[in-house]
């Protein structure tokens, strides 16, 4: 099963560079795919998904994480939810 991260972050806000690092890394040791969402160009995307806050974490169209800065851990252990 393959699973589908998405990140909505944005350049001025300091949580998000932080969850953006911890994505990458999780995502990249575990060989899985990460989109960034743009606030502007993927508004569309946004407004589906429900997400009133950033950073936000997304796997398999579920928001995971919305306005907190999580830990590799629990990112993992999102991720590996979608792959059971």
């Given at each position: 099963m393959s699973v589908?991260?998405?990140l909505l972050e944005s350049n001025f806000c300091p949580k998000c560079a932080v969850v953006k690092d911890r994505v990458e890394k999780v995502a990249k040791e575990m060989g899985?795919?990460?989109r960034l969402l743009d606030p502007i160009?993927?508004?569309d995307r946004i407004v589906e998904l429900g997400i009133l806050t950033s950073p936000?974490?997304?796997v398999n169209g579920k928001v995971k994480f919305?306005?907190?800065v999580p830990t590799e851990?629990?990112?993992r252990?999102?991720?590996e939810e979608e792959l059971a």
């Open positions: 589908v991260v998405e899985v795919k990460v160009e993927d508004v936000a974490v997304v919305a306005g907190v851990e629990k990112i252990k999102a991720i």
